[in-house]
């Protein structure tokens, strides 16, 4: 693909694939009535830490984006993303070989982090090193790796590594990319609270002249698509029983960040409690229902990024 295609593709993927689940957190911690504080709990800390790590990926891809001749050494000069574009943020490419096709790119924010226009906060570096050629090349692969990385204070360690398994494009305005994402990190919070975080999902992304769809699914051979233990010391897992489908036409006509079909369930494994979320059958609107102990619940999740 040229150069502005690789851009187009950037940007879509910014904009669908990793806002999602931070805007479950305030519907799932404010129901009350028929389910207890630890399963509400439960629900917003897996979505937060799912949130803040799963950024990492969409960062990566800017980063990668933003020198199209890879110059090793070379900083870029502009770019649009605005957790990357503050005074005393540099991207820095090294190791990068004659075909372009390895190399490493190192994002390091200044002194003083880097503000969002939504007033997140960003400090410390990241480093992805990719082989096998661009991130959207099927046998492609980058890894990346936090060093003394936080978002608003809360400290993210550990590495990722976004494998392309499928690339097919027919035409210029058709393709379909598949990812396996595969991570292990560790979150800490100002009050030193931590948590840990295990990830083996498969992400494909279907374009067509009539919009996009992400297909999320358990990473291939995975009995789950995440587990850990969260900031309050209890251990979950997180299975995706039907594929979780996300449709750019929603993020763009409804502002509708969550899937708009598919089954996860978040199961508490230290109480052998699970939750079943439920995102409908293809409706684009912001309504999910949860399930605990046989009672349901429809809500509607809320545009903020509210957190217990």
């Not at 608003?152 to 035409?171: D, H, L, M, Q, W």
């Not at 498969?202 to 996009?212: E, L, S």
């Not at 598919?262 to 109480?271: A, E, Y």
């Amino acid at each position: 693909m040229e150069n502005k295609q690789r851009k187009s593709l950037g940007l879509k993927l910014s904009i669908l694939c990793f806002a999602a689940f931070a805007f479950i957190i305030s519907s799932c911690s404010k129901s009350s009535d028929n389910f207890s504080a630890e399963n509400s709990q439960l629900a917003s800390n897996e979505s937060d830490q799912e949130s803040t790590t799963d950024e990492t990926d969409d960062l990566a891809i800017s980063a990668l984006n933003s020198n199209a001749t890879y110059a090793a050494g070379g900083r870029s000069e502009t770019i649009s993303d605005d957790r990357l574009s503050c005074s005393g943020t540099t991207i820095v490419f090294s190791n990068v070989n004659v075909e372009k096709t390895s190399g490493t790119v190192t994002i390091t924010f200044g002194p003083d982090g880097c503000t969002d226009k939504k007033g997140n906060v960003r400090k410390g570096q990241i480093v992805i090193t990719w082989s096998g050629g661009w991130w959207f090349h099927q046998g492609a692969s980058h890894t990346i790796t936090l060093n003394n990385y936080s978002i608003n204070g809360v400290a993210i360690e550990g590495t990722r590594t976004v494998t392309c398994t499928a690339f097919t494009a027919p035409s210029a305005t058709i393709y379909s990319i598949t990812w396996d994402v595969v991570a292990s990190h560790t979150l800490t919070w100002p009050d030193n609270t931590t948590a840990t975080r295990v990830v083996s999902k498969t992400r494909k992304w279907d374009h067509t002249p009539n919009g996009d769809t992400f297909t999320v699914t358990n990473g291939v051979g995975a009995d789950v698509a995440a587990s850990g233990t969260n900031r309050h010391g209890k251990a979950y897992t997180v299975n995706i029983t039907s594929p979780l489908i996300y449709l750019g036409s929603c993020v763009l006509s409804n502002k509708v960040f969550i899937p708009v079909s598919g089954v996860k369930i978040i199961t508490d494994v230290t109480r052998n409690k699970s939750l079943t979320i439920d995102f409908g059958a293809g409706t684009c609107d912001n309504s999910f229902t949860v399930t605990v102990d046989g009672a349901s619940r429809t809500l509607t999740a809320k545009n903020d990024s509210s957190t217990d």
